[in-house]
T-cell receptor, first 111, second 115 residues
Framework: DAKTTQPTSMDCAEGRAANLPCNHS???????VYWYRQIHSQGPQYIIH???NNETNEMASLIITEDRKSSTLILPHATLRDTAVYYC????????????FGTGTRLKVLA | DSGVTQTPKHLITATGQRVTLRCSPR?????VYWYQQSLDQGLQFLIQ???????AKGNILERFSAQQFPDLHSELNLSSLELGDSALYFC??????????????FGNGTRLTVT
């Protein structure tokens, strides 16, 4: 079962920052937080991941709280093409590299 | 382009039949994962292979089986198909991490329709 909790849906105005929260209160010390998104019925696309520190890449920023029980994915300037389902995943650290997806957040970017 | 290739893109078959879905991982990736996504449902993890060996199992039915070949491509076999097996089937691959973590890279899926 998924170990993360995300809001079901969110709206964001085009050009504004989209902040997508995720709760992972049972995360273990060696478990990473991953974010993926799925546009329509395409294959999920990797966005970013992190362990403790905040991370930034060309797509987004990941802010992880100090206690690591929650995180926020930030899309700095949302565009219509960012409309998608965003999944927050905690990688199950059992040596099997199992990735369990939850139901995600459906982000709609509004013109 | 993720570098993961899945064939066929679409498959229509009848109940009771058997189909094979194929996945070629990204060059250099040793792990292959299979996921099922039914209409408006989340991604359900089915099974993972690493360098030819089964590593993890999820909610995979006994009618379903998979394997990874020496050239690292993988096949997912679905038999005695039922209407409820209609779904998108995704394959993903990842490298074996030496340090840190490596993400999954997904193909664009095979859409299976059972009539």
């Amino acid at each position: 079962d998924a170990k993360t909790t995300q809001p079901t849906s969110m709206d964001c105005a085009e050009g504004r920052a989209a902040n997508l929260p995720c709760n992972h209160s049972t995360i273990s010390g060696n478990e990473y937080v991953y974010w993926y998104r799925q546009i329509h019925s395409q294959g999920p696309q990797y966005i970013i991941h992190g362990l403790k520190n905040n991370e930034t890449n060309e797509m987004a920023s990941l802010i992880i709280t100090e206690d690591r029980k929650s995180s926020t994915l930030i899309l700095p300037h949302a565009t219509l093409r960012d409309t998608a389902v965003y999944y927050c995943i905690v990688r199950v650290a059992s040596g099997t590299y199992k990735y369990i997806f939850g139901t995600g957040t459906r982000l709609k970017v509004l013109a | 382009d993720s570098g993961v290739t899945q064939t066929p893109k679409h498959l229509i078959t009848a109940t009771g039949q058997r189909v094979t879905l194929r996945c070629s991982p990204r060059s250099g990736d040793l792990s292959v994962y299979w996921y099922q996504q039914s209409l408006d449902q989340g991604l359900q993890f089915l099974i993972q292979y690493y360098n030819g060996e089964e590593r993890a199992k999820g909610n995979i039915l006994e009618r379903f089986s998979a394997q990874q070949f020496p050239d690292l491509h993988s096949e997912l076999n679905l038999s005695s198909l039922e209407l409820g097996d209609s779904a998108l089937y995704f394959c993903a691959s990842s490298a074996q991490p030496v340090l840190g973590e490596t993400p999954l890279h997904f193909g664009n899926g095979t859409r299976l329709t059972v009539t």
